[in-house]
RNA sequence: GGUGCCAUACCCAAGCGGUAAGGGAAAGGUCUGCAAAACCUUGAUGCAUCGGUUCGAAUCCGAUUGGCACCUCCA
Protein backbone atom coordinates (compact mmCIF):
# COMPACT_ATOMS: atom_id res chain seq x y z
CA UNK A 1 0.00 0.00 0.00
CA UNK A 2 1.50 3.28 -1.06
CA UNK A 3 1.26 6.57 0.71
CA UNK A 4 -1.42 9.07 -0.76
CA UNK A 5 -1.43 12.26 -0.47
CA UNK A 6 -3.78 15.71 -1.54
CA UNK A 7 -1.71 17.62 -3.91
CA UNK A 8 -2.71 21.45 -3.87
CA UNK A 9 -1.38 21.83 -7.25
CA UNK A 10 -3.62 18.56 -9.04
CA UNK A 11 -6.74 19.28 -6.33
CA UNK A 12 -6.44 15.74 -6.32
CA UNK A 13 -5.11 12.55 -4.00
CA UNK A 14 -1.94 11.13 -5.75
CA UNK A 15 0.30 7.97 -4.77
CA UNK A 16 3.14 9.05 -3.21
CA UNK A 17 6.34 8.82 -5.38
CA UNK A 18 9.59 10.31 -4.65
CA UNK A 19 11.91 11.50 -7.40
CA UNK A 20 14.85 9.57 -5.75
CA UNK A 21 13.99 5.75 -4.64
CA UNK A 22 13.49 6.21 -1.10
CA UNK A 23 14.68 8.86 -0.26
CA UNK A 24 12.64 12.07 0.62
CA UNK A 25 13.26 16.22 0.59
CA UNK A 26 10.86 17.55 2.33
CA UNK A 27 10.53 21.45 3.03
CA UNK A 28 8.14 22.91 5.51
CA UNK A 29 7.75 26.58 5.98
CA UNK A 30 8.97 27.83 9.46
CA UNK A 31 7.99 30.61 11.55
CA UNK A 32 8.80 34.00 11.44
CA UNK A 33 10.26 34.39 14.78
CA UNK A 34 8.85 38.08 15.97
CA UNK A 35 6.74 36.57 18.49
CA UNK A 36 4.76 33.40 20.13
CA UNK A 37 3.43 30.70 18.12
CA UNK A 38 -0.30 30.22 18.37
CA UNK A 39 -1.78 27.07 18.82
CA UNK A 40 -3.39 27.57 14.90
CA UNK A 41 0.50 28.03 14.15
CA UNK A 42 1.43 24.89 15.99
CA UNK A 43 -1.52 22.67 14.30
CA UNK A 44 0.27 23.12 11.06
CA UNK A 45 3.63 22.07 11.94
CA UNK A 46 1.84 18.79 13.88
CA UNK A 47 0.18 18.30 10.57
CA UNK A 48 3.84 18.29 9.04
CA UNK A 49 5.02 15.91 11.76
CA UNK A 50 2.28 13.49 11.07
CA UNK A 51 3.08 13.88 7.49
CA UNK A 52 6.92 13.06 8.45
CA UNK A 53 6.24 9.85 10.60
CA UNK A 54 3.82 8.27 8.23
CA UNK A 55 6.68 8.35 5.73
CA UNK A 56 9.21 7.19 8.24
CA UNK A 57 6.58 4.58 9.07
CA UNK A 58 5.70 3.47 5.69
CA UNK A 59 9.77 2.85 4.97
CA UNK A 60 10.96 6.07 3.70
CA UNK A 61 13.98 8.51 4.95
CA UNK A 62 12.99 12.07 5.10
CA UNK A 63 15.15 15.05 4.56
CA UNK A 64 13.44 17.74 6.17
CA UNK A 65 14.51 20.98 6.41
CA UNK A 66 12.62 24.22 8.04
CA UNK A 67 13.57 27.81 7.64
CA UNK A 68 13.25 30.59 10.31
CA UNK A 69 12.68 33.95 9.49
CA UNK A 70 14.70 35.75 11.46
CA UNK A 71 15.25 38.56 8.97
CA UNK A 72 13.67 41.94 9.50
CA UNK A 73 11.88 41.84 5.89
CA UNK A 74 8.90 43.61 5.11
CA UNK A 75 5.66 41.49 4.85
CA UNK A 76 4.44 42.67 1.97
CA UNK A 77 5.32 42.30 -2.04
CA UNK A 78 5.22 46.32 -1.88
CA UNK A 79 6.97 48.57 -0.33
CA UNK A 80 4.19 48.52 2.56
CA UNK A 81 3.08 46.50 5.74
CA UNK A 82 5.77 46.31 8.38
CA UNK A 83 8.56 44.89 9.77
CA UNK A 84 7.01 42.75 12.45
CA UNK A 85 10.47 42.12 14.00
CA UNK A 86 11.38 46.08 13.87
CA UNK A 87 8.26 46.68 15.45
CA UNK A 88 8.37 44.09 17.95
CA UNK A 89 12.28 45.29 18.82
CA UNK A 90 11.26 48.76 19.71
CA UNK A 91 8.61 47.72 21.44
CA UNK A 92 10.11 45.74 24.01
CA UNK A 93 13.46 48.02 23.71
CA UNK A 94 15.34 44.81 22.31
CA UNK A 95 17.65 44.65 19.09
CA UNK A 96 16.02 42.71 16.05
CA UNK A 97 18.66 40.02 16.49
CA UNK A 98 17.66 39.43 20.33
CA UNK A 99 14.04 38.98 18.99
CA UNK A 100 14.80 36.67 16.51
CA UNK A 101 16.78 34.22 19.33
CA UNK A 102 14.76 34.51 21.87
CA UNK A 103 11.34 33.63 19.68
CA UNK A 104 13.31 30.79 18.16
CA UNK A 105 14.31 29.51 21.32
CA UNK A 106 10.65 29.70 22.40
CA UNK A 107 9.42 28.06 19.28
CA UNK A 108 11.39 25.18 19.52
CA UNK A 109 10.33 24.49 23.18
CA UNK A 110 7.15 23.81 22.17
CA UNK A 111 8.19 22.26 19.34
CA UNK A 112 9.79 19.72 21.69
CA UNK A 113 6.77 19.80 23.90
CA UNK A 114 4.28 18.64 21.23
CA UNK A 115 6.89 15.50 20.92
CA UNK A 116 7.39 17.10 16.69
CA UNK A 117 10.66 15.27 15.52
CA UNK A 118 13.28 17.87 14.50
CA UNK A 119 13.88 18.90 11.43
CA UNK A 120 17.07 17.66 9.46
CA UNK A 121 18.10 20.92 8.98
CA UNK A 122 16.80 24.17 10.88
CA UNK A 123 18.11 26.83 8.56
CA UNK A 124 17.88 30.50 9.42
CA UNK A 125 16.95 32.81 6.62
CA UNK A 126 20.08 35.84 7.78
CA UNK A 127 22.63 32.84 7.46
CA UNK A 128 21.78 32.76 3.49
CA UNK A 129 21.63 36.00 2.15
CA UNK A 130 24.74 34.88 -0.38
CA UNK A 131 22.29 32.24 -2.08
CA UNK A 132 19.47 34.71 -2.20
CA UNK A 133 21.40 37.10 -3.83
CA UNK A 134 22.30 34.52 -6.11
CA UNK A 135 19.38 33.82 -7.36
CA UNK A 136 17.89 36.93 -7.71
CA UNK A 137 21.44 37.08 -10.14
CA UNK A 138 19.96 34.05 -11.87
CA UNK A 139 16.55 35.69 -12.35
CA UNK A 140 18.11 39.13 -13.53
CA UNK A 141 20.41 37.37 -16.06
CA UNK A 142 17.02 34.87 -17.51
CA UNK A 143 15.47 38.49 -18.22
CA UNK A 144 12.70 38.15 -15.12
CA UNK A 145 13.46 41.47 -13.17
CA UNK A 146 13.55 44.98 -13.54
CA UNK A 147 14.53 47.71 -11.24
CA UNK A 148 11.79 50.46 -10.29
CA UNK A 149 12.23 52.95 -7.52
CA UNK A 150 15.34 51.22 -6.10
CA UNK A 151 13.68 47.66 -5.36
CA UNK A 152 14.29 44.75 -7.71
CA UNK A 153 10.64 43.22 -8.69
CA UNK A 154 10.23 39.90 -10.15
CA UNK A 155 8.00 40.21 -13.41
CA UNK A 156 5.23 37.82 -13.80
CA UNK A 157 4.35 38.50 -17.02
CA UNK A 158 8.09 37.04 -17.60
CA UNK A 159 6.55 33.45 -17.46
CA UNK A 160 3.39 32.19 -19.16
CA UNK A 161 2.31 29.95 -15.80
CA UNK A 162 1.95 32.18 -12.82
CA UNK A 163 -0.61 31.32 -10.14
CA UNK A 164 -1.11 27.98 -11.74
CA UNK A 165 -0.68 26.55 -7.82
CA UNK A 166 -3.75 28.92 -6.53
CA UNK A 167 -5.43 28.58 -10.37
CA UNK A 168 -5.91 32.40 -10.51
CA UNK A 169 -7.79 33.92 -12.66
CA UNK A 170 -5.48 37.04 -13.03
CA UNK A 171 -7.76 38.99 -14.56
CA UNK A 172 -10.44 38.85 -12.01
CA UNK A 173 -8.20 39.41 -9.44
CA UNK A 174 -8.31 42.53 -7.02
CA UNK A 175 -5.48 44.78 -6.00
CA UNK A 176 -5.48 46.39 -2.41
CA UNK A 177 -8.64 44.83 -1.68
CA UNK A 178 -8.07 45.37 2.57
CA UNK A 179 -7.78 48.42 3.80
CA UNK A 180 -4.57 48.98 5.01
CA UNK A 181 -2.59 47.34 1.97
CA UNK A 182 -1.67 50.37 -0.39
CA UNK A 183 -1.12 49.91 -4.27
CA UNK A 184 2.80 50.25 -5.14
CA UNK A 185 2.82 52.47 -7.82
CA UNK A 186 6.47 51.00 -9.16
CA UNK A 187 5.17 47.71 -9.90
CA UNK A 188 4.43 47.16 -13.63
CA UNK A 189 2.20 44.51 -13.40
CA UNK A 190 0.08 44.54 -9.72
CA UNK A 191 1.37 40.89 -9.08
CA UNK A 192 4.86 41.89 -9.37
CA UNK A 193 6.79 41.35 -5.83
CA UNK A 194 9.75 42.98 -4.78
CA UNK A 195 12.88 40.47 -4.73
CA UNK A 196 15.42 43.00 -3.18
CA UNK A 197 14.68 46.34 -1.35
CA UNK A 198 16.98 49.06 -1.27
CA UNK A 199 14.75 51.92 -1.08
CA UNK A 200 12.06 51.35 1.60
CA UNK A 201 9.50 53.91 3.23
CA UNK A 202 10.50 52.94 6.81
CA UNK A 203 13.85 54.04 6.04
CA UNK A 204 17.17 52.15 7.84
CA UNK A 205 16.66 48.66 8.48
CA UNK A 206 18.56 47.20 11.56
CA UNK A 207 19.15 44.26 9.01
CA UNK A 208 21.04 45.28 6.02
CA UNK A 209 23.16 43.99 3.53
CA UNK A 210 25.63 44.70 0.59
CA UNK A 211 23.99 43.43 -3.04
CA UNK A 212 24.92 44.09 -6.66
CA UNK A 213 21.83 46.19 -6.31
CA UNK A 214 22.78 48.24 -3.14
CA UNK A 215 22.65 48.39 0.21
CA UNK A 216 19.02 46.49 1.38
CA UNK A 217 17.30 43.07 2.30
CA UNK A 218 15.84 40.54 0.59
CA UNK A 219 11.69 40.44 -0.19
CA UNK A 220 9.69 38.22 1.57
CA UNK A 221 9.95 35.25 -0.91
CA UNK A 222 12.95 34.18 -1.75
CA UNK A 223 14.26 32.71 0.94
CA UNK A 224 12.05 29.73 1.16
CA UNK A 225 13.18 29.12 -2.95
CA UNK A 226 17.04 30.07 -2.16
CA UNK A 227 17.36 27.79 1.02
CA UNK A 228 14.90 25.01 -0.24
CA UNK A 229 17.34 24.42 -3.17
CA UNK A 230 20.30 25.27 -1.32
CA UNK A 231 19.78 22.05 0.78
CA UNK A 232 17.40 20.11 -1.11
CA UNK A 233 18.57 20.56 -4.73
CA UNK A 234 16.64 22.54 -7.82
CA UNK A 235 13.83 19.57 -7.85
CA UNK A 236 12.46 18.20 -4.40
CA UNK A 237 9.59 16.10 -3.13
CA UNK A 238 7.18 17.77 -1.33
CA UNK A 239 7.05 21.49 0.30
CA UNK A 240 3.97 22.21 2.96
CA UNK A 241 2.58 25.32 4.80
CA UNK A 242 -0.30 26.83 6.18
CA UNK A 243 -3.32 26.85 3.36
CA UNK A 244 -3.11 31.39 3.74
CA UNK A 245 0.34 30.57 1.82
CA UNK A 246 -1.09 29.00 -1.75
CA UNK A 247 -2.06 32.54 -3.01
CA UNK A 248 0.43 34.69 -2.25
CA UNK A 249 3.67 33.09 -1.07
CA UNK A 250 4.08 29.91 -2.92
CA UNK A 251 2.63 30.97 -5.80
CA UNK A 252 5.48 33.56 -5.67
CA UNK A 253 8.08 31.04 -4.61
CA UNK A 254 6.95 28.88 -7.84
CA UNK A 255 7.38 31.68 -10.22
CA UNK A 256 10.63 32.58 -8.98
CA UNK A 257 11.97 29.30 -8.65
CA UNK A 258 11.10 27.63 -12.21
CA UNK A 259 11.67 31.05 -13.56
CA UNK A 260 15.48 30.34 -12.40
CA UNK A 261 16.51 26.78 -12.97
CA UNK A 262 13.87 26.11 -15.99
CA UNK A 263 13.11 22.61 -14.06
CA UNK A 264 9.54 22.17 -12.26
CA UNK A 265 10.69 22.70 -8.77
CA UNK A 266 8.04 20.46 -6.42
CA UNK A 267 6.15 17.75 -6.95
CA UNK A 268 3.70 17.55 -4.10
CA UNK A 269 2.54 20.45 -2.54
CA UNK A 270 0.45 19.98 0.83
CA UNK A 271 -1.19 22.22 2.56
CA UNK A 272 -2.84 22.85 6.44
CA UNK A 273 -5.68 24.15 6.92
CA UNK A 274 -6.90 26.69 9.68
CA UNK A 275 -7.71 25.90 13.34
CA UNK A 276 -10.49 28.49 14.24
CA UNK A 277 -11.73 30.33 17.38
CA UNK A 278 -14.71 31.23 18.41
CA UNK A 279 -14.35 34.68 16.16
CA UNK A 280 -12.90 32.72 12.95
CA UNK A 281 -9.89 32.22 12.18
CA UNK A 282 -6.99 32.14 14.63
CA UNK A 283 -4.86 35.61 14.98
CA UNK A 284 -1.98 37.38 16.88
CA UNK A 285 -3.57 40.57 17.03
CA UNK A 286 -7.22 39.96 17.82
CA UNK A 287 -8.62 37.94 20.23
CA UNK A 288 -6.92 35.95 22.94
CA UNK A 289 -3.35 34.57 21.85
CA UNK A 290 -3.38 31.45 22.68
CA UNK A 291 -0.01 29.60 22.94
CA UNK A 292 0.61 26.35 24.24
CA UNK A 293 2.45 27.68 27.31
CA UNK A 294 -1.30 29.39 27.81
CA UNK A 295 -3.07 26.07 27.37
CA UNK A 296 -0.08 24.73 30.02
CA UNK A 297 -0.81 27.47 32.39
CA UNK A 298 -4.39 26.26 32.23
CA UNK A 299 -3.69 22.98 33.24
CA UNK A 300 -2.96 21.12 29.49
CA UNK A 301 -0.39 18.58 28.85
CA UNK A 302 0.59 19.22 25.42
CA UNK A 303 -0.05 15.98 24.37
CA UNK A 304 -3.53 17.04 25.11
CA UNK A 305 -3.55 19.17 22.26
CA UNK A 306 -2.02 17.35 20.41
CA UNK A 307 -4.29 14.59 20.39
CA UNK A 308 -7.49 17.11 19.90
CA UNK A 309 -5.41 17.72 16.46
CA UNK A 310 -5.12 14.16 15.69
CA UNK A 311 -8.92 13.97 16.19
CA UNK A 312 -9.61 16.26 12.81
CA UNK A 313 -8.14 15.98 9.49
CA UNK A 314 -5.18 18.46 8.29
CA UNK A 315 -7.03 19.41 5.79
CA UNK A 316 -10.54 20.70 7.27
CA UNK A 317 -10.59 23.56 9.46
CA UNK A 318 -10.55 22.39 12.92
CA UNK A 319 -12.90 24.43 16.03
CA UNK A 320 -11.17 25.16 19.02
CA UNK A 321 -12.60 25.82 22.51
CA UNK A 322 -11.44 24.71 25.58
CA UNK A 323 -14.07 22.61 26.01
CA UNK A 324 -13.45 20.80 22.55
CA UNK A 325 -9.56 20.24 24.52
CA UNK A 326 -10.68 19.06 28.08
CA UNK A 327 -12.96 16.17 25.79
CA UNK A 328 -9.22 15.52 24.18
CA UNK A 329 -7.57 15.36 27.44
CA UNK A 330 -10.41 13.01 29.43
CA UNK A 331 -10.00 10.88 25.67
CA UNK A 332 -6.25 10.98 25.95
CA UNK A 333 -5.74 10.15 30.11
CA UNK A 334 -8.21 7.03 29.28
CA UNK A 335 -5.86 6.04 26.62
CA UNK A 336 -3.23 6.12 29.02
CA UNK A 337 -4.88 4.15 31.77
CA UNK A 338 -5.81 1.72 29.48
CA UNK A 339 -2.11 1.28 28.03
CA UNK A 340 -1.07 1.68 32.10
CA UNK A 341 -3.61 -1.13 32.45
CA UNK A 342 -1.96 -3.87 30.12
CA UNK A 343 1.67 -2.78 31.72
CA UNK A 344 0.15 -3.99 35.52
CA UNK A 345 -0.61 -6.75 33.74
CA UNK A 346 2.53 -7.55 32.18
CA UNK A 347 2.44 -6.49 29.42
CA UNK A 348 5.38 -6.93 26.84
CA UNK A 349 6.53 -5.69 23.18
CA UNK A 350 6.35 -8.50 20.92
CA UNK A 351 6.76 -9.62 17.73
CA UNK A 352 3.11 -9.94 16.59
CA UNK A 353 2.27 -12.90 14.35
CA UNK A 354 -1.68 -13.34 14.69
CA UNK A 355 -4.00 -12.73 11.86
CA UNK A 356 -5.83 -10.98 13.94
CA UNK A 357 -3.32 -8.23 15.44
CA UNK A 358 -1.66 -8.33 12.02
CA UNK A 359 -5.12 -7.08 10.71
CA UNK A 360 -5.37 -3.70 13.48
CA UNK A 361 -1.73 -3.40 11.83
CA UNK A 362 -2.54 -2.90 8.41
CA UNK A 363 -5.76 -0.74 8.84
CA UNK A 364 -3.96 1.04 10.85
CA UNK A 365 -1.20 1.76 8.27
CA UNK A 366 -4.11 2.26 5.35
CA UNK A 367 -5.74 4.84 7.19
CA UNK A 368 -2.89 6.65 8.16
CA UNK A 369 -1.13 6.36 4.71
CA UNK A 370 -4.67 7.36 3.08
CA UNK A 371 -3.68 11.26 3.25
CA UNK A 372 -3.14 10.77 6.83
CA UNK A 373 -6.21 9.85 8.18
CA UNK A 374 -5.41 10.28 11.97
CA UNK A 375 -9.04 10.48 12.99
CA UNK A 376 -9.92 7.33 11.40
CA UNK A 377 -6.47 5.75 12.83
CA UNK A 378 -7.49 6.74 16.50
CA UNK A 379 -10.45 4.74 16.08
CA UNK A 380 -7.98 1.75 15.43
CA UNK A 381 -6.33 2.44 18.22
CA UNK A 382 -9.86 2.37 20.47
CA UNK A 383 -10.36 -0.66 18.51
CA UNK A 384 -7.56 -2.33 19.70
CA UNK A 385 -8.16 -1.26 23.31
CA UNK A 386 -11.84 -2.66 23.32
CA UNK A 387 -11.07 -5.82 21.64
CA UNK A 388 -11.35 -9.03 23.95
CA UNK A 389 -9.88 -11.12 21.30
CA UNK A 390 -6.46 -9.55 21.63
CA UNK A 391 -3.56 -10.21 24.04
CA UNK A 392 -2.54 -7.96 26.17
CA UNK A 393 1.41 -8.27 24.69
CA UNK A 394 -0.83 -7.49 21.50
CA UNK A 395 -2.52 -4.91 22.24
CA UNK A 396 0.57 -2.85 23.78
CA UNK A 397 2.56 -3.87 20.96
CA UNK A 398 -0.24 -2.24 18.30
CA UNK A 399 -0.30 1.01 21.16
CA UNK A 400 3.63 1.44 20.25
CA UNK A 401 3.19 0.79 16.84
CA UNK A 402 0.79 3.04 16.13
CA UNK A 403 2.14 5.43 18.50
CA UNK A 404 5.42 5.96 15.90
CA UNK A 405 2.65 8.12 13.58
CA UNK A 406 0.38 9.32 16.85
CA UNK A 407 3.67 10.61 19.14
CA UNK A 408 1.34 10.76 21.64
CA UNK A 409 4.50 9.16 24.07
CA UNK A 410 3.01 6.35 24.90
CA UNK A 411 6.71 4.57 25.26
CA UNK A 412 6.75 7.12 28.38
CA UNK A 413 3.69 5.24 30.26
CA UNK A 414 4.62 3.42 32.85
CA UNK A 415 3.55 0.49 35.54
CA UNK A 416 1.90 2.12 38.24
CA UNK A 417 4.72 1.70 41.20
CA UNK A 418 4.01 2.25 44.74
CA UNK A 419 3.69 5.83 45.07
CA UNK A 420 4.93 7.71 47.85
CA UNK A 421 2.52 9.95 49.86
CA UNK A 422 3.20 12.60 52.34
CA UNK A 423 2.84 10.96 55.60
CA UNK A 424 -0.15 13.05 56.93
CA UNK A 425 -1.69 11.63 53.68
CA UNK A 426 -0.72 8.28 54.49
CA UNK A 427 -2.21 8.91 57.77
CA UNK A 428 -5.53 10.14 57.28
CA UNK A 429 -5.42 6.83 54.30
CA UNK A 430 -4.98 4.70 57.65
CA UNK A 431 -7.37 6.31 59.98
CA UNK A 432 -10.24 5.92 56.97
CA UNK A 433 -9.48 2.24 56.40
CA UNK A 434 -10.15 1.87 60.81
CA UNK A 435 -13.18 3.97 60.53
CA UNK A 436 -13.72 1.53 57.82
CA UNK A 437 -13.29 -1.55 59.16
CA UNK A 438 -15.45 -0.46 62.68
CA UNK A 439 -18.44 0.55 59.96
CA UNK A 440 -17.48 5.04 61.18
CA UNK A 441 -19.05 5.76 57.85
CA UNK A 442 -19.36 9.27 58.66
CA UNK A 443 -15.86 9.94 59.16
CA UNK A 444 -14.72 7.38 56.41
CA UNK A 445 -16.58 10.27 54.17
CA UNK A 446 -15.42 12.86 55.72
CA UNK A 447 -11.46 11.88 55.54
CA UNK A 448 -11.95 11.10 52.18
CA UNK A 449 -12.65 14.45 51.27
CA UNK A 450 -10.50 15.84 53.30
CA UNK A 451 -7.96 13.94 51.34
CA UNK A 452 -9.39 14.72 48.31
CA UNK A 453 -9.09 18.74 49.25
CA UNK A 454 -5.63 17.76 49.88
CA UNK A 455 -5.73 16.50 45.95
CA UNK A 456 -5.67 13.10 46.54
CA UNK A 457 -8.45 10.44 45.39
CA UNK A 458 -9.15 7.05 47.66
CA UNK A 459 -9.94 4.46 45.40
CA UNK A 460 -11.46 1.71 47.15
CA UNK A 461 -11.35 -1.95 45.48
CA UNK A 462 -11.87 -5.47 46.83
CA UNK A 463 -8.29 -5.62 48.06
CA UNK A 464 -8.13 -2.70 50.24
CA UNK A 465 -7.90 1.09 49.45
CA UNK A 466 -5.26 2.99 47.98
CA UNK A 467 -4.32 6.83 47.03
CA UNK A 468 -4.07 8.27 43.66
CA UNK A 469 -2.55 11.62 42.83
CA UNK A 470 -5.00 14.02 41.54
CA UNK A 471 -4.58 15.12 37.46
C1' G B 1 -16.69 42.15 -6.95
C1' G B 2 -14.01 37.36 -7.71
C1' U B 3 -12.43 32.42 -5.96
C1' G B 4 -12.42 28.16 -2.92
C1' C B 5 -14.02 25.09 1.17
C1' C B 6 -17.76 23.31 4.42
C1' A B 7 -22.87 21.93 6.59
C1' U B 8 -23.23 14.31 9.68
C1' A B 9 -26.44 12.77 16.92
C1' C B 10 -26.07 17.21 22.95
C1' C B 11 -20.54 18.64 21.57
C1' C B 12 -16.04 17.36 18.57
C1' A B 13 -15.41 14.42 14.26
C1' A B 14 -14.56 10.10 10.20
C1' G B 15 -16.97 8.43 5.82
C1' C B 16 -16.47 10.47 -0.62
C1' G B 17 -21.95 5.47 -4.72
C1' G B 18 -23.64 -0.21 -1.57
C1' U B 19 -27.01 0.61 3.25
C1' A B 20 -23.98 5.87 9.31
C1' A B 21 -16.09 4.88 12.50
C1' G B 22 -14.35 6.90 16.93
C1' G B 23 -14.04 10.15 21.20
C1' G B 24 -16.44 13.26 24.90
C1' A B 25 -20.92 14.19 27.44
C1' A B 26 -25.54 11.78 29.03
C1' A B 27 -28.60 7.58 30.71
C1' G B 28 -28.90 2.53 32.62
C1' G B 29 -26.24 -1.56 34.80
C1' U B 30 -22.18 -4.43 37.56
C1' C B 31 -19.24 -3.31 41.76
C1' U B 32 -19.57 -0.28 46.53
C1' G B 33 -21.73 0.99 53.27
C1' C B 34 -22.34 5.32 49.98
C1' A B 35 -19.29 7.35 46.44
C1' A B 36 -15.16 7.66 43.17
C1' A B 37 -12.50 4.63 39.85
C1' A B 38 -13.02 0.54 36.73
C1' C B 39 -15.89 -2.42 33.51
C1' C B 40 -20.41 -3.40 30.52
C1' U B 41 -24.76 -1.60 27.81
C1' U B 42 -27.64 2.19 25.14
C1' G B 43 -27.37 6.25 21.10
C1' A B 44 -28.62 9.48 14.29
C1' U B 45 -34.41 4.86 9.80
C1' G B 46 -30.73 9.54 9.63
C1' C B 47 -26.30 12.95 7.23
C1' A B 48 -28.88 21.82 6.24
C1' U B 49 -33.38 22.25 2.70
C1' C B 50 -35.66 21.13 -2.06
C1' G B 51 -35.36 18.74 -6.63
C1' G B 52 -32.66 15.32 -10.05
C1' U B 53 -29.39 10.96 -11.74
C1' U B 54 -29.08 5.66 -10.11
C1' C B 55 -31.26 -0.94 -8.77
C1' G B 56 -29.08 1.86 -4.74
C1' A B 57 -26.83 8.66 -2.57
C1' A B 58 -24.50 11.45 3.50
C1' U B 59 -21.55 10.33 -0.75
C1' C B 60 -22.82 12.36 -7.89
C1' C B 61 -25.63 16.81 -10.38
C1' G B 62 -28.60 21.46 -9.86
C1' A B 63 -30.95 25.15 -6.86
C1' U B 64 -31.74 27.35 -2.04
C1' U B 65 -30.25 28.60 2.97
C1' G B 66 -26.40 29.09 6.55
C1' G B 67 -21.08 29.17 8.02
C1' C B 68 -15.79 29.81 7.02
C1' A B 69 -11.51 31.15 4.36
C1' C B 70 -8.57 33.54 0.50
C1' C B 71 -7.85 37.71 -3.24
C1' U B 72 -0.31 41.60 -0.85
C1' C B 73 -0.25 40.76 8.13
C1' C B 74 -0.77 35.87 10.45
C1' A B 75 -0.05 28.49 9.69
Given at each position: MSVLLYNTMSRQLEPFQPIKESDVGLYTCGPTVYNYAHIGNLRTYLFEDLL?????????????????????????????????????????????????SYYTEAFFKDYDELNMIRPTTVCKATDHIEQMIALIKRLEERGHTYISGGNVYFSIDSIDDYGKLARLDLQALRTAVRDDVEVDGNKKNSKDFVLWFTKSKHGEQAMMWDSPWGRGFPGWHI?????????????????????????????????????????????????????LDETGKMSKSKGEFLTLGLLESKGFDPMDYRYFCLGGHYRSQLKFSFESLETART??????????????????????????????????????????????????????????????????????????????????????????FPPEAMALLQQRIEAKKVKDWALADSLRSELDAMGYVVKDTPSGSSLEKKM
Open positions: KRTLLISGFKVNHVMNITDVGHLTGDGDDGEDKLEKMASKTNRTVWEIAECSAMSMHYLGESFDIHCGGIDAIPVHHTNEIAQSEAATGKPWVKYWLHGEFLARRNVYDRIQNLLNQGAKKIALQRSEALAYQSAFLEHVQNDLNTPRSLADLWGVLKDEGLSIDEKYTLCLYFDQVFGLRFDTITKAEEQT
